[in-house]
């Protein structure tokens, strides 16, 4: 009887080691800050932005020339024509306003696409990177949220991920 309980207590340990899960965590802004496509989509629209803050300087440099030579016409009408002239600057005005936040928020809306799809490409990654070594569990953190307060270094895959990532992205290219 006493050989049957050791020998079934010796088959529960060993089944019991065959289960041992495979646990690991990634600093998720470290992966992202440092993945070439974050950092590609950042430099594009570095240069659109610069581009769009030429547009913008000429398109008030434009209006400023015409706001001066409509002052200097104003000094020789009558209050009548110089009230629809102010009336007709301030509508540009307006227009231009608008024009340049629409653009601007254009520009902020078309970034955020493209750093949400570079973000649900590095979870989509995490997620195969997991399946094909066989993970259990890759728990994310990240300054902001830290859901894992602590982990041994052994278990960050934040460098072999973020390499990972890289390698699969200089592919693409």
């Given at each position: 009887m006493k050989k049957i309980a050791?020998?079934?207590?010796?088959?529960?340990?060993?089944?019991?080691?065959q289960n041992q899960q495979k646990i690991a965590f990634v600093d998720n802004g470290k992966v992202i800050n440092d993945y070439q496509a974050k950092i590609d989509v950042e430099e594009k629209f570095k240069l659109k932005d610069l581009e769009f803050q030429k547009l913008r300087d000429s398109l008030i440099a434009k209006y400023q020339l015409e706001y001066k030579s409509a002052q200097d016409k104003a000094r020789g009408m009558s209050?009548?024509?110089v009230q629809k002239l102010s009336q007709e600057l301030g509508m540009k005005e307006q227009q231009l306003i608008q024009q340049i936040k629409m653009e601007q928020e254009q520009m902020t809306q078309e970034f955020q696409t493209e750093i949400d799809s570079v973000i649900v490409e590095v979870k989509e990654f995490v997620k195969e990177y997991g399946k094909k070594?066989?993970?259990?569990?890759i728990l994310g953190t990240s300054e902001v949220a830290a859901s894992v307060l602590y982990g041994k270094e052994d278990n960050d895959l934040t460098e072999t991920i973020t390499e990972?990532?890289?390698?699969?992205?200089?592919g693409k290219e």
């Open positions: 050791l020998l079934f207590g010796l088959g529960l340990g060993l089944l019991s080691c209050d009548n024509d070594n066989d993970y259990t569990y990972a990532l890289n390698e699969a992205y200089k």
